[in-house]
Each structure stands twice: as C-alpha cells, then as structure tokens.
C-alpha cells in the first residue's frame, strides 16, 4: 500500500509539472552545444529536422545506437509509474506525449553532433597524429580508452565513434535509466518521489562545469 501510495503521487507530480516543461526541454540542445561544440551541434539539429522531414526518418547513428527504442520507453515508463494505478499510468503516458517528443529530438541531436565532434577530431588525428590536451580530455570523457589510441596511432575505430556518441548523448541528456540513477533515488518509493526531478538541475550543472569552468 505504502508504494502504491507513493508511485501515484510521484506520478501525479509529473503529470502536473510536466505537461508543459517540453518547451524549457527544448533548450536542453544547449548543454549538447557546449559539450559537442556549437557548430556540430547546429549541423545536426538541422540534419534531424530534414531527414525527418523529408525521409521521415532519423540520422543512422540513432539507430545505431538504439536510441529511439519503444520496447525500452515502456520500461522506462513502467520504472516511473512503479505501483501506481495502471489507468494513472496510462494518463500519464498521454500527458506527457509532448515532452516525449522532444526528449527523444534532443537526444538525436545529442548522438549526431557527439558523432560529428568524435569524426572531426579523428580526422584530425588522420592527419596530424596529433590532439591538443583539451581534445584528448574530450575523448577520455567521452568513455574512450585514449592510450590505445595513441599506442595505435592513426583515426578512431568505428566502434570508438560509436562509442564516443553515447558518451556525448550520455553526458548531455542525463538518460533516465534505472542504470543512470544513483542508488538512494531508486532504492525504494519514498526516495524515487523525493528526488524526482531534481537530479536535472545539478546534473546539467556538472556538465557545464566540466565543459567550460574547469576548462578555463
């Protein structure tokens, strides 16, 4: 009774914070521009919008990466609701369709300018041999192994570009993944409804930090 209780005022809460939030969430494209740079990031916000537009389909590296995954929404959903009613999950669902759907523009947008970053900076490795220690930092951030890829020499593998675009859509858009979730928010119901929708704020802050402050 106590998780019902609590999943349905976790719900509830999204339900009335949510449904308009879609239009802040829009500007999460931001921290993508600071983390993959402006230019890689404005590329693909127009590649997205185009291939949707006129190919009614998204950039290979979504799929690639298996981001737009239904099987996977629905069990993300399922770990929100918890124990609440099906029928308040169910309303929920509807409710916060437009929040879905840019989520899921903000994180494609993630994984093609976090591409379009790893393949310039391959290419610059192609030519030169060479990073400078900024750019080295970014790939190790980006979850690659960077003294294998000075011990080997040459541009980046294409399991290393795919690698490194989820580390960019990882560290941009904060996934909501059961994984993703530091242990005294998911352990029980109490702490999913007393940190849901906080972690945003102070994980966009890290990001910007590591990005720009610590860089400076």
């Known amino acids: 009774a106590k998780s019902i209780g609590l999943d349905s005022l976790r719900v509830a809460e999204a339900m009335t914070k949510m449904p308009f939030s879609f239009v802040s969430n829009a500007t999460q494209s931001f921290i993508t521009a600071v983390v993959a740079g ?4 404005t590329q693909a916000v127009a590649e997205v919008l185009f291939d949707a ?3 009614r389909e998204l950039p290979a ?4 990466l298996g981001i737009i995954n239904r099987t996977v929404a ?4 399922h770990e929100i609701g918890g124990a609440a009613p099906r029928f308040l999950q169910k309303t929920a669902g509807v409710v916060l369709k437009p929040f879905e759907w840019v989520e899921r523009f903000n994180q494609a947008v993630a ?3 976090g591409q379009l970053a790893t393949l310039r900076l391959s290419r610059k490795l192609e030519r030169t041999g060479r990073l400078a220690p ?3 930092r970014w790939l190790k951030n980006s979850d690659l192994d960077i003294e294998a890829i000075k011990a080997r020499g040459g541009g980046l593998l294409p399991q290393e570009v795919r690698r490194a675009s989820w580390g960019v859509l990882d560290r941009t858009q904060f996934l909501a993944r059961p994984t993703a979730m530091p242990y005294i ?3 029980d119901p109490l ?10 704020a102070a994980l966009a802050t890290i990001a910007i930090t590591d990005e720009v402050v610590r860089e400076v």
Do not use: P
């Open 134 to 136: 900024r750019e080295w």
């Open 185 to 187: 928010m998911r352990r």
């Open 61 to 64: 590296i979504v799929k690639e």
């Open 111 to 113: 994984a093609r300018a």
């Open 191 to 200: 702490m999913r409804l007393v940190f849901q929708m906080k972690t945003f």
């Open 38 to 41: 402006a230019i890689n990031t």
């Open 53 to 55: 537009a006129t190919r």
């Open 74 to 77: 629905k069990s993300l959903q």
